[in-house]
């Protein structure tokens, strides 16, 4: 059975930082894409990151919203993806959700089979 568990939310004031963290188990995620989605209160899914690799080569993207502030990385040999929030604004507040899947770097949920069970991200004014 394929889980992907979430860790490393809180609360945290502006400006600060957090770092998210997400172990998958069940299969190996090397070659598929791994990301991050948020949902905030009465608004639709958002697509945060998200990284993949093709031989030796990387590629990451990210949202326009998260661009220069989050980073995300991934560990293929633990079968984890990482995502570093600095610069962080009460906008930012959402439940953060970790994905992976075959997508090829898409930014569309549909797109991902597996999903986490979220971790809140609450950023205080």
């Known amino acids: 059975q394929v889980r992907l568990v979430e860790s490393g939310g809180g609360l945290v004031q502006a400006g600060g930082s957090l770092r998210l963290s997400c172990a998958a188990s069940?299969?190996?995620?090397?070659?598929?894409?791994m990301g991050w989605f948020r949902q905030a209160p009465g608004k639709e899914r958002e697509f945060v990151s998200a990284?993949?690799?093709?031989?030796?080569?990387?590629?990451?993207r990210y949202g326009d919203s998260v661009k220069g502030r989050f980073t995300i990385s991934r560990d293929n040999a633990k079968n984890t993806v990482s995502l570093q929030m600095n610069s962080l604004k009460p906008e930012d507040t959402a439940v953060y959700y970790c994905v992976a899947d075959q997508t090829y770097g898409s930014r569309w949920p549909n797109e991902y089979k597996y999903w986490g069970q979220g971790t809140q991200v609450t950023v205080s004014s």
């Open positions: 990284i993949s690799q093709n031989g030796p080569v990387t590629y990451t």
């Open positions: 069940g299969r190996t995620f090397s070659t598929d894409t």
